[in-house]
């Protein structure tokens, strides 16, 4: 679709926050105003976060998004969603700190999308592409983006171990195929992480239903796809680099590809590419 669109209805979903481990509800209701906005409901005056680079505050296993003294965690799925869909405008309720988790995927918030409909908006869909190629690397990590005439995403992740070894996929990107080969991909974890993330406060939400465990034995549950891991690393990737254009609307055209790379990897990279003014409008 090239239009801007909202939802022709409200979607409503309570589930657990991954990390916070708090019961919240969370509504995305269709807006008149160009991008997406988080509000928490259960603040003083209901603040917004814009969903934006420049909003980004961490990236330590989820993207944190805050402004003033609000901010919202774990927007990646959500966010993945809404932009491959091709919602553009959407005010986002929330009466807590963390978008819900869920199944681990994006899945359930396509499904939801797909059930309220769209609702067409005036105006056509900002294009962009890149006028150069960025290339960003660290820790172990790199994220190169090259002018393309679609969007399309490569990813590779290798994480030493017998049952989480080297994987990759490689996509040109459309809601279709998002809805299909990325969005059930489910968020996972090596089992000798488990203790390290709880003892930073992280995954207290965390549990079966909603992650991949990967031990010594093998999967906690089977893989719903092939690669799931490098395409969950593809979901991930999605869901920030929306962040791009959270605040126009826009779409792009151009190959990323991204190699053990993570939150913290595509924020450096999106932030080379404002730096370098390397983001074209046609």
């Not at 681990?104 to 059930?115: C, H, Q």
């Not at 067409?120 to 983006?145: C, D, H, Q, T, Y």
Request: net charge negative.
């Amino acid at each position: 679709m090239s239009g801007f669109h909202t939802l022709a209805r409200p979607v409503e979903i309570t589930g657990i926050g991954l990390h916070c481990g708090r019961q919240v509800s969370l509504r995305i209701v269709p807006d008149e105003r160009v991008g997406w906005r988080f509000a928490r409901l259960d603040l003083p005056q209901s603040l917004e976060v814009v969903a934006s680079v420049e909003n980004v505050t961490a990236t330590r296993h989820a993207t944190v998004l805050a402004h003033g003294q609000a901010s919202v965690s774990t927007t990646e799925h959500l966010l993945a969603a809404l932009w491959a869909l091709d919602v553009t405008h959407a005010r986002i309720e929330l009466d807590g700190p963390e978008v819900p988790i869920l199944d681990g995927s994006a899945l359930p918030w396509v499904e939801a999308i797909k059930e309220a409909g769209l609702q067409p908006l005036e105006g056509p869909r900002p294009l962009f592409g890149l006028n150069k190629i960025v290339w960003w690397e660290g820790g172990g990590a790199s994220v190169v983006g090259v002018p393309h005439d679609e969007l399309r995403l490569s990813v590779a992740v290798d994480f030493d171990h017998p049952h989480a070894g080297a994987q990759s996929v490689d996509f040109s990107i459309d809601g279709a195929t998002f809805e299909r080969e990325i969005a059930p991909a489910r968020t996972f974890t090596l089992e000798n992480w488990l203790e390290p993330l709880r003892g930073a406060g992280l995954i207290r939400g965390g549990s079966l239903d909603n992650a991949v465990v990967v031990s010594e034995n093998g999967l906690s549950s089977p893989p719903r796809l092939e690669n799931e891991m490098a395409r969950h690393k593809a979901l991930d990737c999605i869901g920030d680099l929306a962040l791009l254009f959270g605040a126009n609307g826009g779409a792009l055209r151009a190959h990323l590809i991204a190699l053990r790379a993570g939150h913290g990897s595509h924020r450096a990279w999106m932030e080379s590419c404002q730096r370098q003014n390397a983001l074209l409008r046609f």
